[in-house]
């Protein structure tokens, strides 16, 4: 299982995970979310939008647990 330490981000916008997971930060209705991906060749899903990047990888540790 990923900690924090093991997103690395690749931009303003992006963090890279464990393989296949990404987060990306959006703006949206006035604020900035965090949104879960995890992608599988052509196909992502979406697994949830948070508040806070350590938020959003607390709901990666919860998909996985």
């Given at each position: 299982m990923a900690d924090a330490g093991e997103w690395?981000?690749?931009g303003?916008?992006?963090w890279q995970g464990p393989p296949g997971?990404?987060?990306c930060r959006v703006y949206v209705e006035g604020?900035?979310?965090y949104e879960l991906w995890f992608s599988h060749g052509d196909r992502g899903t979406l697994y949830g939008m948070r508040?806070?990047?350590a938020a959003a990888q607390?709901?990666?540790k919860q998909k996985l647990g």
């Open positions: 690395m981000q690749k303003d916008y992006y997971w990404t987060i604020m900035w979310q508040a806070s990047l607390d709901l990666y």
